[in-house]
């Protein structure tokens, strides 16, 4: 399975921009990049995926590097409800099963 | 509104029990359905894809016979840890893709939190 590189952690600060920054420099040309997230006690929740072009839905934006070799995930006001573990997940053709890596944790300061 | 819902959302049971944990799709069908493991501030592990009608495929290093999935209905798969010990104490969580297709969305459960004296 391709892997994916995030940083561990992040801050932001309340209504501001947040950018998450996915690495998948081995990513083949069919892999769907998605991106969930997980609050504390609860299970993952969708957030957004692409697989070439840039993404918008209410919840975020998906930034896709020309090369498709790393993303972001643009969080575009940060709330307190935003806290949580963002993963970067890419998903082969033909499959929907998910390999969660290890994510960043997102704190969201007042 | 919940589209996948997981029962019991925790259990404490036991050394030796077999606990079973429903996951069932609301409003939807689906013909596969994924089950996770989550241990203490670890990422999630892919354990096994639930087949409507079919054998479960597992994940390497996951002992089918100690981990009992049955996907009876196209709302419901059951994940039955048999013969449970302290180190299978975890977060057991599903999922479900809304749509047949790959690489669509996947709704997950709340989890379930299990706990094994």
Not at chain 1, 81 to 100: E, P
Request: aromatic share 8%.
């Amino acid at each position: 399975d391709a892997k994916t590189t995030q940083p561990n952690s992040m801050e932001s600060n309340e209504e501001e921009p947040v950018h998450l920054p996915c690495n998948h420099s081995t990513i083949s040309g069919t892999d769907y990049i998605h991106w969930y997230r997980q609050l504390p006690s609860q299970g993952p929740e969708y957030v957004i995926h692409g697989l070439t072009s840039n993404v918008n839905n209410r919840m975020a934006s998906l930034a896709i590097a020309e090369d498709r070799k790393s993303s972001t995930l643009i969080l575009h006001r940060a709330t307190l409800r935003d806290a949580a573990v963002y993963y970067c997940i890419l998903t082969q053709t033909g499959a929907n099963n998910l390999f969660f890596g290890t994510g960043t944790r997102l704190t969201v300061i007042p | 509104g919940a589209v996948v819902s997981q029962h019991p959302s925790w259990v404490i049971c036991k050394s030796g029990t077999s606990v079973k944990i429903e996951c069932r799709s609301l409003d939807f069908q689906a013909t596969t359905m994924f089950w996770y493991r989550q241990f203490p501030k670890q990422s999630l592990m892919l354990m096994a894809t639930s087949n409507e009608g079919s054998k479960a495929t597992y994940e390497q290093g996951v002992e089918k016979d100690k981990f009992l999935i049955n996907h009876a209905s196209l709302t419901l798969s059951t994940l039955t840890v048999t013969s449970a010990h302290p180190e299978d104490s975890s977060f057991y969580i599903c999922s479900a893709p809304t749509r047949i297709q790959s690489n669509q969305p996947q709704h997950f459960g709340d989890g379930t939190r299990l706990s094994i004296l």
